[in-house]
């Protein structure tokens, strides 16, 4: 019962018999229309991201809520390595290797205490030995310390001679025994582990950067865990609009876009507050960090993200805030299937008047 | 040329519920039929297998040339473009106004703005509400509602417009009224399928009548 009329309208259906079968062109006419369908995949691009900017300020305060949360699990591992990276670059000055500081005592002479430290130099389990006369001693103090008033006090010099001596074997359970060791040769007033405490202050950095890394890594977990939530809510509130839309033939990336830009700009937006968090709290440790160092005689600088951190730290913000959105746009959007909803049923929250 | 074709098409619901027997018809393009049958009869499933909104348990839907069980489910989307529907129940979007309704499916497709607005127009000006094109569709009768549904479904020029039930609760002179607006479509050259249970009007309006029992192909003629 075909109906042989076909007036008029000749877009309506396509005139050739293979429905099927895409409709032939002419090379150029085909660009255009590969051209047009380029342009309009960027359009809807950028009208997508500008709606889920404009989604984000529709619910201002649990926008502003998610963000906060957002920023503050991003800034903390943020500061943390700032603060880590500060603290090793104080450290890297020191020379890791342990030194044993001989204090001699202070009544034995110049010549006896010279003599001495020539004995030392014979011996197998030292490495290098180094004098430092009271004299010497005392023009040091006096050139980098703040504190060179205070040696006007003093009469006579009140330094002891120092022998800083390098052990050949830096076994940490070799080095207490050398040390008690030289500590019990005549002339010599006391013995100390000199660099044992930076060793440990390494040790010690190595588990906080560790420990930072752990730590940030489970914030992460926690960024991306929010936004999901968050973009898994926004899914649940536009499921009417997706159902249609899938009905009217939305592909799936057409209508996973909204939320992963949703995503996008709750990583963005979170990266860049928690930057302005890290910089905030940078901003004011740098003042007593300064003045902290000024006493210690180093010339030490609170130094920033830098440019390498900010980016690192804005693109990992993104990329989770993708991540995230992703996780909860592939797992709940398979569940929105017009399959599931009969066209005759009960309509879905749309036909809810 | 066929549009629809059914081959032994049965479909059985996991609750055990077997909705289609062995369904065996062919619509030919640019046919006009309708689908009849008391409410569970199968209709609103036959129509579903055509949509890809369901699978069949057993036999062959072909949409044209295309197999829909060789259709891998990323070509879904585009099988959908090629069809109009008009549901029972309209599926219109209270969020946004009557245009942006029944411009939705030209967006999905990638149309360039300005002349998915000149289309939505004069699909909304053939159901005869482009006055109203910035009202939400909240603020229409239910009549007016489902005519709405019929521009979303024919805004994009489909070959094919399927409607289930579109005269559901309308009274007998805006059922009469939709009834006309798919003949026309029908008559340049569209392959429409209706789904109802409104013998009075269908026998009226001489097309042919395929009838549903109890997911059996009763009658057809």
């Known amino acids: ?353 | 040329m066929t549009a629809i074709r059914f081959s032994n098409v049965f479909k059985r619901y996991a609750s055990g519920h077997d909705a289609l027997l062995g369904v065996d018809f062919e619509l030919a393009s640019g046919e006009m039929a309708f689908l009849t049958g008391h409410s569970g009869a199968g209709k609103s499933t036959l129509l579903k297998l055509i949509m890809l909104m369901d699978r069949p348990s057993r036999g062959q839907v072909w949409i044209g040339q295309q197999d829909l069980s060789r259709l891998h489910r990323s070509q879904i989307p585009y099988l959908r473009r090629k069809i109009g529907v008009v549901f029972q129940n309209h599926q219109l979007l209270f969020d946004r106004s009557i245009f942006d309704n029944v411009a939705l499916p030209l967006q999905v497709s990638g149309y360039d703005p300005a002349d998915a607005a000149r289309r939505a127009r004069a699909a909304l000006d053939k159901v005869g509400l482009l006055a109203r094109e910035k009202h939400n569709p909240i603020t229409l009768s239910t009549g007016e509602q489902q005519r709405v549904g019929i521009a979303r479904a024919i805004v994009h020029k489909p070959r094919l417009l399927l409607a289930d039930e579109p005269t559901g609760n309308l009274d007998p002179q805006l059922s009469e009224d939709i009834m006309r607006l798919f003949g026309q479509f029908n008559s340049i050259g569209t392959t429409v399928l209706i789904a109802s249970h409104d013998l009075s009007l269908i026998n009226r309006m001489q097309h042919r009548m395929l009838t549903l029992k109890n997911g059996r192909l009763v009658a057809d003629g």
């Not at chain 1, 001495?116 to 004098?131: A, C, I, P």
């Open chain 1, 1 to 353: 019962m075909a109906k042989p009329e076909r007036k008029g309208q000749a877009t309506l259906r396509q005139p050739e018999p293979r429905p099927a079968a895409p409709p032939k062109r002419g090379a150029q006419q085909h660009r255009v229309q590969f051209a047009d369908r380029s342009r309009s995949w960027r359009r809807h691009h950028l009208s997508v991201a500008r709606e889920a900017l404009l989604r984000l300020k529709q619910t201002p305060i649990a926008s502003l809520m998610t963000l906060a949360v957002l920023a503050i699990a991003l800034a903390l591992p943020g500061f943390l390595l700032a603060a880590l990276g500060n603290l090793q670059g104080l450290t890297n000055g020191w020379e890791p290797q342990p030194r044993i500081s001989l204090y001699m005592q202070t009544d034995l002479s110049d010549e006896a205490i010279d003599r001495f430290s020539r004995e030392l130099l014979l011996r197998e389990d030292l490495n290098s030995v180094e004098l430092i006369s009271r004299q010497k001693g005392l023009e040091e103090f006096r050139e980098y310390s703040a504190f060179a008033d205070l040696l006007d006090s003093f009469e006579d010099n009140p330094l002891p001679a120092v022998i800083m001596v390098l052990p050949r074997d830096t076994d940490p359970l070799q080095l207490p025994l050398l040390r008690s060791d030289l500590a019990a040769l005549p002339g010599v007033e006391e013995a100390a582990l000199d660099m044992e405490w930076v060793q440990r202050l390494d040790a010690i950095l190595m588990l906080a950067g560790r420990g930072s890394y752990v730590l940030g890594g489970l914030l992460a977990l926690a960024v991306l865990l929010v936004v999901g939530n968050t973009v898994r809510m926004t899914i649940e509130s536009r499921r009417d609009e997706i159902l249609v839309s899938k009905l009217v033939g939305a592909t799936d990336a057409w209508v996973r876009r909204p939320f992963l830009y949703s995503g996008f700009w709750f990583g963005l937006l979170g990266g860049v507050l928690a930057w302005l968090l890290v910089q905030l709290a940078l901003l004011m440790l740098a003042q007593p960090a300064q003045a902290l160092a000024s006493l210690y005689l180093t010339d030490f600088a609170l130094q920033g993200l830098g440019l390498g951190g900010s980016l690192t730290m804005l693109a990992s913000a993104v990329v989770l805030g993708l991540a995230g959105s992703w996780l909860a746009v592939s797992r709940h959007l398979r569940d929105i299937d017009p399959g599931a909803v009969a066209p005759g049923a009960a309509a879905p929250g749309a036909a809810a008047r």
